[in-house]
């Protein structure tokens, strides 16, 4: 637990001193939501409030996207001498990797807070009350903390930073085929039956729900897939972690 | 006796190329010993396998009393590893590096020994600077310092002074001995032999993942041979005479003969059989790990 927290110093150090990452981190999620509400948003939905259907689904994009970064910011890690030391410590495997998942999920939060305050500008008109807005919260944190841990074990499978690049850059399609911009019912057959069944449609769902304060039935299943996410990329990242590295 | 390091029929293979084939080695508490050898010779894979951080495919290895296979916790908790390349975060200052390491090793006052390590190593005046920014030779002083927050008992240097400036070399031996002094037992590799000859107490020549010899450095240079008297002659005609009194390893361009001597008594036995063959200089050569490493390798 230490050891955790002496990382998760050392990942928001590095977080805040490679300034133009952070800012790429914070940015982009800010650009996106300002794309998808006013180039996209006139012809999406000429009469109805797309603004508040879709802004849930952004915030999950964003926060996706961002915790799927942890890849990269972990092959990096990989690539320095620095992790043969940390290996050789009498420390738990995962700590250092906790570090780079604190650290991601703290760098996330803070931009899903910017997206929020850029949507009410765009006029974004939520109403949860605070109980609903602490559930939201709750499960964004639970989402990014999962997707933070399998993103980890894809950077310690990666063999190089592009690689890892690659995959984050996938992860980001993953939500384009959910409910997160348009109603699944507006989708061909084949690709319904995806989008209705990944796990990004329940947690969009079930975060639209809160946030426009409507029933919200696939919230235990959100909730199932982001636990589920957590513990397999934990277990996964220790694992890789303590894996003998090719060519040591 | 019971060693500190001790493997025993080793083996690693890396994609079916063998890096080591059955390693033997015993490595006596206190002790500094060297594992000397050409580039691919297994040096890092012993240590990386040593170091708990690759498994062997076969053999067993116990350092500190503990197997690094099955309890490589216990191993970790004595050990401390300095690799080849510099296992230092460039983004965090000197300082911050060494109050991290001191905490992760359990240190009561993280801060203090940071700045006694600084100290230590002279960076203090770079305490507060990106490691980033440090000099090859910064990096490699602030990297033994992270290896020495704690005293462990087992200290790898892995090619420790390696593309280092000849001060900051001087400075990395004089960590080892001081290290050696407190009780330490060190393993390093080095390609260099008087790194070796300089350092350690005993020294095994490694080549193709085998011990192609074993022993103190006096012993190694033993093996090889004793000292060489060269006799230099002034034309072809002396040379061809004296090579067919003394036998010995003539050179045409140096005009010059090389005879085993053992000792005073060869040499003016040498020198009385040449009988009336004007020498023109003559040296003698002590034998040097050189030779040795040429001979095995």
Avoid at chain 1, 3 to 17: C, N
Avoid at chain 2, 37 to 57: F, M, Q, Y
């Amino acid at each position: 637990m230490t050891d955790s927290l002496t990382f998760v110093g050392r990942s928001l150090r590095h977080s805040v001193r490679s300034v133009d990452a952070l800012l790429t981190a914070i940015l982009l999620p800010v650009a996106i939501m300002l794309l998808f509400v006013y180039v996209f948003g006139g012809a999406l939905a000429p009469h109805g409030r797309y603004v508040d259907y879709v802004v849930p689904g952004i915030i999950v994009l964003c926060a996706g996207f961002g915790s799927a970064g942890t890849a990269v910011a972990v092959a990096q890690d990989m690539t320095t001498g620095v992790v043969d030391r940390f290996r050789t410590l009498p420390i738990s495997a995962a700590a250092v990797l906790t570090g780079h998942v604190v650290a991601s999920v703290a760098r996330n939060a803070l931009s899903t807070l910017l997206v929020l305050g850029v949507a009410l500008l765009a006029g974004f008109r939520p109403t949860a009350d605070p109980l609903n807005w602490l559930a939201a919260a709750g499960l964004l944190l639970a989402l990014m903390t999962a997707i933070s841990w399998l993103a980890a074990c894809f950077g310690l499978l990666a063999r190089s930073i592009e690689a890892a690049n690659a995959v984050t850059f996938a992860a980001a399609f993953i939500p384009y085929l959910s409910s997160a911009f348009v109603p699944v019912d507006t989708m061909p057959a084949g690709l319904r039956a995806v989008a209705t069944h990944q796990p990004v449609t329940p947690i969009t769902d079930t975060l639209r729900a809160l946030m426009l304060d409507q029933p919200a039935p696939h919230a235990l299943t959100a909730l199932a897939w982001c636990a589920a996410g957590i513990v397999a990329g934990r277990i996964g990242a220790a694992y890789l972690f303590r894996r003998p590295r090719p060519n040591g | 006796m019971a060693y500190t390091i001790e493997t025993h029929g080793l083996t690693k293979a890396f994609k079916g190329h063998r890096v080591l084939e059955s390693l033997d080695l015993h490595v006596a508490p206190g002790e500094v010993f060297a594992l000397l050898g050409p580039n691919g010779a297994g040096k890092t894979t012993t240590v990386r396998i040593l170091a708990t951080l690759e498994s062997p495919d076969g053999g067993t290895a116990r350092v500190a009393g503990h197997d690094v296979v099955t309890q490589p916790g216990k191993v970790r908790e004595r050990i401390s590893l300095t690799a080849q390349e510099a296992a230092v975060d460039g983004v965090l200052t000197g300082a911050e590096n060494l109050r991290m390491m001191a905490r992760l090793r359990r240190v009561p006052d993280p801060r203090q020994r940071a700045a006694e390590l600084l100290e230590r190593f002279d960076l203090q005046d770079a305490a507060d600077r990106r490691v980033a920014t440090y000099s090859g030779g910064m990096r490699r002083r602030l990297d033994l310092a992270l290896g020495l927050v704690t005293q462990p008992a087992v200290i790898f240097l892995d090619e420790p002074s390696t593309g280092l400036d000849p001060r900051s070399r001087l400075a990395v031996w004089e960590a080892v001995k001081q290290l050696k002094d407190e009780g330490a037992t060190i393993l390093l590799t080095t390609q260099y032999l008087e790194e070796a000859d300089r350092l350690a107490d005993r020294i095994a020549v490694l080549n193709h993942g085998r011990i192609a010899a074993q022993g103190t450095a006096a012993e190694l240079k033993q093996r090889v041979a004793g000292e060489t008297l060269e006799l230099f002659f002034a034309d072809d005609a002396q040379l061809a005479q004296a090579q067919r009194t003394l036998r010995g390893r003539p050179d045409p361009d140096t005009l010059s003969l090389k005879v085993p001597a053992d000792g005073p008594h060869d040499v003016k036995r040498a020198l009385d059989a040449l009988d009336g063959v004007p020498i023109d200089r003559l040296e003698l050569h002590a034998p040097t790990l050189d030779d040795v490493f040429l001979s095995l390798t």
